[in-house]
């Protein structure tokens, strides 16, 4: 059974979910945040959870949480499968610091070319990732104070790279199920080229649950991976729903 929390991803794209899961007589329980279960157990066995990143992160904690399947907090950690994934990654190398740290380093100290990509170290998206620039750099530090982000938290630094177009695909068991473009456009389309090189990055250094997605990106430097992510708490873009639906309920124990 699907157990899903409303109102967190794109209407059409929870719509689309909600019909494919009905067309193929698939069960499924439709949740408000103040309804959510505090974890799989209390709502009968749930099977696959899917909504905001802070309640996956909560059952992530649970030791009723099958690891195996979907991964644990550690395992989307970007420092900890971008070191694994090193070269494949867009975002390599990179620095890792504290959020306090940056803070008090500033951009000034850190980069020659006047910007920086920054993004949260944790997979569960603290903050969003963007390019900062020294112009804009006291703002943005601003608005994450305001988001309440702790001193200690772990940032990711990086040199910001040219992106020509992004792809998100979602992998089971190491295999490419569906994926959607979702940058400069979104489309269901995912060249062969892009699929080869998912698997590929997977059998070199990909986690080691049986199902998450991937983001890549064609850039300067070639097909790169962006970040791997929690299938539980990811948007689908233009992905095909009914593969989705009937490939993750039809899961086999490994």
């Not at 395992?75 to 694994?84: E, K, L, M, T």
């Not at 890549?216 to 593969?243: H, K, P, T, W």
Request: aromatic content about 12%; hydrophobic content about 40%.
């Amino acid at each position: 059974m699907w157990l899903i929390e409303e109102s967190v991803f794109p209407r059409a794209e929870e719509k689309a979910l909600r019909d494919a899961l009905q067309a193929l007589s698939i069960d499924h329980r439709i949740f408000s945040h103040s309804e959510l279960p505090s974890s799989p157990g209390e709502s009968g066995g749930i099977d696959i959870p899917r909504g905001s990143s802070w309640w996956i992160s909560q059952l992530a904690l649970e030791s009723t949480w099958p690891v195996s399947v979907w991964g644990n907090l550690q395992d989307f950690s970007y420092s900890y499968y971008a070191d694994r994934f090193g070269e494949l990654m867009l975002n390599y190398p990179f620095t890792k610091l504290s959020f306090h740290e940056f803070c008090w380093r500033g951009l000034d100290g850190m980069t020659a070319v006047g910007s920086l990509f920054i993004r949260p170290d944790d997979g569960f998206k603290t903050f969003e990732g963007r390019v900062v620039t020294v112009a804009d750099f006291d703002d943005w530090v601003t608005s994450n104070h305001l988001l309440q982000v702790r001193g200690s938290a772990q940032v990711i630094a990086a040199v910001p790279k040219v992106i020509r177009a992004e792809w998100r695909l979602v992998i089971l068991d190491g295999k490419f199920v569906t994926g959607s473009q979702y940058r400069p456009t979104q489309s269901p389309e995912v060249p062969q080229a892009v699929i080869a090189f998912a698997e590929n990055a997977h059998r070199n250094a990909g986690p080691a649950c049986r199902c998450y997605v991937m983001d890549v990106a064609e850039s300067s430097d070639g097909l790169r991976v962006i970040e791997i992510g929690a299938l539980n708490c990811s948007a689908f873009y233009a992905s095909n729903a009914v593969e989705i639906a009937r490939s993750i309920n039809s899961m086999q124990p490994a």
